[in-house]
């Protein structure tokens, strides 16, 4: 706006849930699978359709990922219970990502 400020014209929902997965992967060992959230269908769709506008349609859609964070093995911080670590997975590579959709197709 005129003061300098930014607006962030997203639908809160969807956003939220974006980036408290990305703050997820962000936190989650390196060597631990992050599993993309489970939404009922109304929702998430409005995420993959936003994920795909933002960019991190791979990040936050696609498939498993590997977390961020140092690996479990050699982190000091022992595992918070908040963080939704019944998201993760076992210590495999998750496939490789399908293509994102293409605008218009469904």
Same mark, same amino acid.
């Given at each position: 706006? *005129?003061?300098?400020?930014?607006?962030?014209?997203?639908?809160?929902?969807?956003? @939220?849930?974006? +980036?408290?997965?990305? =703050?997820?992967?962000?936190?989650? !060992? %390196?060597?631990?699978?992050? @599993?993309?959230?489970?939404?009922?269908?109304? =929702?998430?769709?409005?995420?993959?359709?936003?994920?795909?506008?933002? *960019?991190?349609?791979?990040? =936050? =859609?696609?498939?498993?990922?590997?977390?961020? *964070?140092? $690996?479990?093995? +050699? %982190?000091?911080?022992?595992?918070?219970? %908040?963080?939704?670590? %019944?998201?993760?997975?076992?210590?495999?590579? !998750?496939?490789?990502? $399908?293509?994102? $959709?293409? $605008? *218009?197709?469904?």
């Amino acid at each position: 706006d *005129g003061d300098g400020r930014v607006f962030l014209n997203f639908p809160p929902r969807a956003f @939220k849930h974006i +980036t408290d997965h990305l =703050v997820l992967l962000q936190m989650a !060992p %390196s060597d631990v699978a992050v @599993k993309p959230p489970s939404l009922p269908g109304a =929702v998430r769709e409005e995420v993959e359709h936003l994920a795909w506008l933002l *960019g991190v349609w791979d990040l =936050v =859609v696609a498939g498993a990922q590997w977390g961020r *964070g140092a $690996p479990l093995e +050699t %982190s000091a911080r022992p595992r918070p219970p %908040s963080l939704g670590w %019944s998201l993760c997975g076992p210590r495999r590579r !998750p496939p490789p990502p $399908p293509p994102p $959709p293409r $605008p *218009g197709q469904g």
